[in-house]
Every structure is written in structure tokens, then in C-alpha cells.
């Protein structure tokens, strides 16, 4: 009996697991690794990771591959090769840089010659930008199209824009699909040996959410770790004060070490944004709110000093010219944002020698780990063997 | 025979006792809900954005683009003498009119039912919460107040224009925080003042009604910003005040007098 009643009990915990658990246990086919992003001092804690794409150490790795390989634009010409790295390169914080000799001036274009519509924007902390990617914000979580919500969708739009790499997905997926190496990798990161456009997208989307700037000499100041020059300091105090150059509203500081807001705002480049002065890709044509016309993200000023040429146009070749406008040559317009409250004197009038620190300061958002990491730069072989 | 009637019965027993969730207390007790709602006004009706037709005491047409600010330590005060803070673990609450989100604070606590004689708070954030860093997400990230102002975050931005004697419309950012006091302005900061302070709603008696959800309105009444009891005027005090304690001072005493409740059901 005793034998009895200890097995009735062990019957009964043994029902009670089976029926409370309700998490099914499916067969595991394919266990990438989780990829765990760090979240430096002072960073946002809230990540924007697509529910469908999570961060894995394959997928990241992958990524990194294709985000390097011309292969990508479906075409394998060693003349008609481009990849996102064609644009985005990693010692100019992933900006094509002002003294490129194939894009003069920093002015980028397609592979057939079609300018891009405006100037390159910087690929980094973008895993924190949740109010929208590109310079007006169109590819956000508020779009209404689904395919236009996030880093992913950039890289089927970047196959087939025109002024990119002009190319069609189809040949891109089976260009990919018939070059050895990466069948196994896109197993090891989906589970999958078929390649498809959106394993493409995901995986480049999850090497781009690694790309992570921390460690600028500014951040170290921020940590306690090293000392701000007499210079950058003031230059520092400057930027996040009113009557000083008054910066900080929209471009951060220590209490917001993006060093951007990535909001959109008008800052006062031109007198006219309608009418034959209108642009299609400014905010208002994404938001229709009124106050938006004219109005684009305020970028983040890590690694600025090597993101030229400047604003949405690329209409400032240099750090000094921006702070000139700035200073003195601000233009009043009714879509002007309240934060440039300094159009009252045309500027925030900075004297010389505050515009020598102002820039002492920006210049310590460089971030040289950043611009020379490794595990961001070109691989020294593609899973077939090229270089 | 019945040892075994027994066993099962206590079997399916244990089975049943083993599933039930989270075992709540059989005491039912009474409670009410609340619900506080954040709206904005000017001269008794709903203010209107980004359209200069409003004018204020001193003259000023002006108009209001957006607002974001913060309320922290809201208390409910029972005509038992009791105090009760809400919304404990998250104490500081912020409203943004650009963020409809914002504009709804379901208050988590489990209030007992009865007369509450009023509502306080405090506008902006104490001393002894407000500090730098605590907010690290947006949109209470972007409130920060630089370092060397003073650090923790604004109470308040309230950006907008107005029409200045000299016939421009020029931005003006009315936004309050810490202030300074200065030896030689605009450098070496000698100390600093803190300018949060206390709001208790007037006429904000309300009863909670058992199992119901009370929703009660904390309006905004702009032009009182301006108004009462100081006569505030942009074109003395111009676009920016951060650093300006004499405006930002004006500003929060006017600051007890731009709030009222109005219960909506």
C-alpha cells in the first residue's frame, strides 16, 4: 500500500508538470548563438531590434560578409561590383568621406551615375534611433507599409534604387545562393540553406546594429576616465548652453551621449521651403505637419569632423563653415524650430576664440576605436575564398 | 477499498491545488481606480498649435508649438488627514503634447474608496530626485539640463513664437529648471537654485466611487504662465531663460496659479 500511495503522489506531481507547463516544446532544429549588445555608460537601454530578427553571433557574422560583398548587387564584373561598403566605409564613421576620388566632394552616385538624392548619412548607434532612419525619417515603425519600417528594408531598397546599386533581388538572392561558403553560413544563422532577399536583409541589418561608437575621448571624460583640455571644456560648456552656442537641445550631451535627438527640426538654412523651393524628401512630406517643412534629422555629431560635406545637401564642405552659420548666417523663415531662438541675431555670435573651443569639443565625439575596429572592417577572405 | 477512494480523492485535490495560478486571498477587498488626463487651455478653451492668436497680459502675440514637462509626487490628500502618494515606483511622470501616450496616466495603486479633500503635486522634480543619467530612454532622455546648469532634467519646455516689438516673429523657448547664480555672468556659477514647486489644485475635492474608475482632467490654463501674479513679457525677457533665474523666478511663482482639475467622470 505505502508502495501505492508514493506512486499515486509521484503520478499526480508527474500530471501536475505535464498540464501546468505550458510552453510547448517544439524540435530545435537550429540554435544560433544570442548576440548580447552591451549598453555603454549612459546609453538608452531600449533597443530597436525587430521582433523577427534577433541579434545572433551568426547572423551579425554573415552580415558582415555581405555587407562588404559587391556580389550583393547581383553582379560579379569586377568593374560593375558595389556593395554597401562602396558608400559606407568604416574610417569615415561609414561615410563615403569628402576626399573619395570616386564620389568628389563626398557627393555620392548609383553605379549607373544617378546622384543620390541627398548626402550620406553615418552607420552608427543606429540600434538606438527609433524615431526613423534616413534624413527625414521615412523608413519607421509609423510607416504604413510594412517594408518600410527599419534597417532591414534599407538593403532591398539600396539593391534596386537607382542612384544605389540599381540592380533587381532576384539576381542578387541566387548570385548569392550559387557562390560556395555562404549557403552553410545562411544554415548556421536561419536555418536555411535557400537564400532569401529577407535572410539578406536581416542578416546585413544585424551587422549594422553592431556598429557602436562609446569610447570617444568625450566618453571617457563621461566615464572619469580622462580629462577635457581647458579648450574642450569650455567648448563643452559652450555647446550646452543657451548663451553659449546652444547645441544641446537637439545634438545631446552628457545627459544624451548620441549626441543626437534623431528628431527632425528646421534649423534655419533658407528663406523658402515651398513652392519651387520645395523638397519632396524634407519632413513635412513624411509627417504633413505644417512646422515640418524644411525640417531634417538632426545628425549625430560623433565622428563629425570626418561625415563631410554637411547638412541634408551637403551645402558645408567643413566643421568651421558649419560653425559660421551657426554663429552669424542663420535665416529666418515662418518654419524656423522655436529651439533656434538665436535667429533673433541672425546667429548665436560666437567670437573667435569660442569658435576655436566649440570646435575643440566637437572634436573629442571622434572616435578612433570606432573608426578602426576590426570586427567592423572588410573580411580578409568571403566564404568562397575571394578577397 | 476507501484508503483507495481517499487516495484519489486526494490525487485529483492536489492536481487541482497545483494548477491554480497566483492563490489570491479570499478577502475581497474594496477598491477604486483612478485615472489622471493631461489637457491644455487658453482663456477656457482648448488650446490650438502653431497658430499666433493668442495674446497675453503684456501685449505679446504669441503663439504655442509644443510642451513637455514633468510632474512628480502627486498626492492625494483624505479628509482623514491621510496622504497618500501615487503611482510610487514611478513617481515622476512625464507629458509631451506631441505624445498622445503621455497625455494618460493609469495609476496602478488600488485606492480605497471615499472623500479625498484634494490633489497636490510637485511641478517639475525635487532636489532630492532630479538627477542626471536617470533617464536614459527618450522622451524624458531629451529633457535633460546641462551639467554645468545645474544637471537632472527641465521641468518644463514650452516652445513657441511671438510677435516682438520689433515686428518679427522670433522663437522663444520658456523653459524652467534649475537656475544659477552667477559672480560674473554668463561664467563662474557660484550655486545653484532649485525652482520645483509645490502645486495644490484648487477646488479638487473628489470621491472614489467602489470598483469604478475615477478619470480626472490636470489642465494646463497657458495664458496664466504669463499672467498672475507677475506680468511676464518676452520682449524683456527674450528667447531663452535657462539661464535667466529672475525670469525662470517669475515664472514659477506665476506656475501655482496655471493648473486646475476638472473631473471628467
Not at chain 1, 555629431?301 to 558645408?316: A, V
Not at chain 2, 537654485?193 to 475635492?205: D, K, R
Amino acid at each position: 500500500m505505502k508502495k501505492f500511495i508514493l506512486f499515486s503522489l509521484a503520478f499526480s506531481l508527474l500530471l501536475i508538470i505535464t498540464f501546468c507547463n505550458k510552453e510547448k516544446i517544439t524540435e530545435i532544429v537550429h540554435q544560433p548563438t544570442p548576440y548580447e549588445i552591451e549598453i555603454p555608460f549612459g546609453f538608452p537601454t531600449v533597443l530597436n531590434i525587430p521582433d523577427d530578427n534577433p541579434m545572433t553571433v551568426e547572423g551579425v557574422e554573415l552580415g558582415r560578409f555581405l555587407f562588404y560583398d559587391g556580389r550583393v548587387s547581383g553582379r560579379s564584373h569586377p568593374d560593375s561590383l558595389m556593395s554597401c561598403s562602396t558608400c559606407h566605409k568604416q574610417e569615415n564613421s561609414f561615410e563615403c568621406g569628402i576626399n573619395n576620388p570616386d564620389f568628389p566632394g563626398g557627393f555620392t552616385h548609383g553605379i549607373a551615375g544617378k546622384p543620390t538624392p541627398h548626402v550620406m548619412l553615418p552607420l552608427i548607434n543606429l540600434v538606438w534611433n527609433h524615431s526613423g532612419y534616413l534624413w527625414n525619417g521615412f523608413i519607421s515603425n509609423e510607416n504604413p507599409k510594412e517594408d518600410y519600417r527599419n534597417i532591414e528594408d534599407l538593403v532591398w531598397m539600396g539593391i534596386i534604387a537607382e542612384h544605389e546599386m540599381f540592380s533587381d533581388t532576384v539576381r542578387a538572392k541566387n548570385l548569392i545562393q550559387n557562390t560556395s561558403g555562404y549557403p552553410e553560413l545562411f544554415l548556421k544563422a536561419f536555418g536555411s540553406e535557400t537564400i532569401t532577399v529577407k535572410n539578406i536583409s536581416k542578416a546585413i541589418a544585424q551587422f549594422i546594429r553592431t556598429l557602436i561608437s562609446a569610447n570617444s575621448k568625450f566618453d571617457r571624460y563621461m566615464r572619469g576616465e580622462e580629462q577635457l583640455s581647458p579648450s574642450e571644456l569650455n567648448g563643452f560648456v559652450l555647446f550646452t548652453t543657451e548663451e553659449g552656442a546652444d547645441c544641446f537641445h537637439c545634438h545631446g550631451g552628457y545627459g544624451n551621449p548620441l549626441f543626437t535627438t534623431n528628431l527632425f527640426y528646421n534649423n534655419g538654412k533658407d528663406s523658402s521651403f515651398t513652392g519651387e523651393y520645395e523638397d519632396f524628401r524634407d519632413r513635412f512630406h513624411i509627417s504633413g505637419d505644417p512646422m515640418d517643412y524644411g525640417a531634417y534629422k538632426a545628425t549625430t555629431l560623433r565622428n563629425i569632423e570626418l561625415t563631410g560635406p554637411y547638412m541634408h545637401d551637403g551645402r558645408f564642405a567643413t566643421l568651421d563653415e558649419v560653425i559660421e552659420f551657426y554663429s552669424h548666417h542663420l535665416i529666418w523663415s515662418p518654419y524656423i524650430n522655436p529651439l533656434m531662438h538665436h535667429i533673433a541675431n541672425n546667429g548665436v555670435q560666437l567670437t573667435p576664440n569660442e569658435k576655436i573651443d566649440l570646435k575643440a569639443f566637437i572634436q573629442t565625439l571622434r572616435d578612433d576605436d570606432f573608426l578602426t575596429n576590426p570586427k567592423f572592417s572588410k573580411p580578409e577572405f568571403f566564404p568562397d575564398g575571394m578577397k | 477499498m476507501k484508503k483507495f477512494f481517499i487516495i484519489i480523492c486526494l490525487l485529483i485535490f492536489t492536481f487541482i491545488v497545483g494548477c491554480k495560478k497566483n492563490s489570491e486571498s479570499d478577502d475581497v477587498e474594496k477598491f477604486s481606480n483612478l485615472t489622471l488626463k493631461f489637457a491644455y487651455y487658453n482663456e477656457g478653451k482648448l488650446l490650438e498649435f502653431d497658430t499666433i492668436i493668442y495674446e497675453n497680459e503684456a501685449g505679446n502675440k504669441y503663439l504655442v508649438n509644443e510642451i513637455q514637462y514633468f510632474i512628480s509626487d502627486v498626492i492625494l490628500h483624505k479628509s482623514n488627514g491621510e496622504n497618500i502618494l501615487i503611482d510610487e515606483w514611478k513617481d515622476i511622470h512625464y507629458i509631451d503634447t506631441d505624445i498622445l501616450s503621455t497625455q494618460t496616466w493609469k495609476i496602478p495603486d488600488k485606492l480605497t474608496p471615499g472623500n479625498y479633500n484634494s490633489i497636490s503635486f510637485t511641478f517639475g522634480i525635487s532636489e532630492a530626485k532630479n538627477h542626471s543619467l536617470m533617464f536614459l530612454n527618450p522622451p524624458e532622455r531629451d529633457m535633460f539640463w546641462p551639467e554645468y546648469l545645474g544637471g537632472g532634467y527641465h521641468y518644463m519646455k514650452l516652445n513657441g513664437k511671438w510677435l516682438s516689438d520689433e515686428n518679427t516673429i522670433n522663437p522663444f523657448d520658456f523653459h524652467l529648471g534649475i537656475g544659477q547664480i552667477y559672480h560674473s555672468y554668463p561664467d563662474s556659477i557660484t550655486g545653484f537654485i532649485q525652482n520645483y514647486f509645490e502645486v495644490n489644485l484648487p477646488s479638487s475635492s473628489f470621491e472614489l466611487i467602489e470598483n469604478q474608475t475615477k478619470e480626472i482632467e490636470i489642465s494646463m490654463n497657458i495664458e496664466n504662465w504669463f499672467r498672475n501674479p507677475n506680468i511676464y513679457d518676452h520682449d524683456v525677457y527674450g528667447g531663452d531663460i535657462m539661464q535667466n533665474q529672475e525670469a525662470m523666478n517669475l515664472a514659477c511663482e506665476n506656475g501655482h496659479n496655471v493648473f486646475t482639475i476638472k473631473i471628467i467622470n
